[in-house]
């Protein structure tokens, strides 16, 4: 059965194709009951998505992804229910808006050493006014002809080793965190199946991750493959860590998952929203 609760997804504030209004609309088409709007370091989208909730019916989370340096690896860490007015959160994010611009900066020039030129202000154009992301890249990319979809042009130019590939120094794990929990919010891990930490990192992560106050780690998500599922939630219940569940949905073509397709969480897993009002009635 389909959860009625998505608490991962991005809108054109970010990298994905829906304006946050039209998100909302959409998860509402899609089934879905509770929302986050969680955009990669960037919260602009939340107050467009908030208003947009009560005309379909929907359950709004302020959520927000940021990008966090752990061990030389890039983690992603969403905040769930943080304050959108927190003046620390919004200064931080603007900070890694800022390094987020120098780093696609970098990525044009190794792109331009392997013959494909433009590709800043490809990425640009296609991110509009919003951060510029790989996604952006990608995108330019494949309408550009040098790839045939989305995740093929990761593989081939901007994953590590690659030409697009650049090592980037976001805030560190502690400070994302912090800053998540100061602004009222759960730091949850997103998609940790991505990361690629082999056995004894990924037991690291936790540890060190649940030392700082962090709350959950998404169990259920559009990368996710159903023994992963299982895998997190032991991992879960090993650190007394609660459990969450998205899609992260970025729009058609680009996810992983259809919105309103995300499985329910594993029996015996506390969800990350067992006390949250706005979910009561899902329980």
Known sequence: MAAKIDLHCHSTISDGLLSPHDLV???????????????????????SAREAAPQHGIQFINGVEISATWKKRTLHIVGLKIDSENLALKAALDKVRIGRDERAQEMAIGLARVGIHGAYEGAKAIAKQSIITRSHFAQFLVQSGHAKDVRSVF????????????DHQWMSLEEAVRLIRASGGSAVIAHPGRYDLGTINMLLLMHEFRS?????????TGSHTPPQYQQFAKIAHRF??????????????????AMGCVPELPAGCVPVWDDWQEAQYLV
């Not at 609309?25 to 107050?47: E, P, Q, Y």
């Not at 593989?155 to 650049?166: I, S, T």
């Open 212 to 220: 700082y106050g962090g709350a959950a780690i998404e169990v259920v």
């Open 240 to 257: 007394s860590l609660k459990c969450s569940i998205g899609s992260d949905y970025h729009g058609t073509g680009l996810s992983y998952m």
């Open 155 to 166: 593989k081939k130019y901007l994953v590590k080793g690659k030409p697009g590939f650049v």
């Open 25 to 47: 609309a959409h998860a509402a088409n899609s089934g879905v009951k509770v929302l986050a709007l969680t955009d990669h370091d960037d919260i602009s989208g939340l107050v």
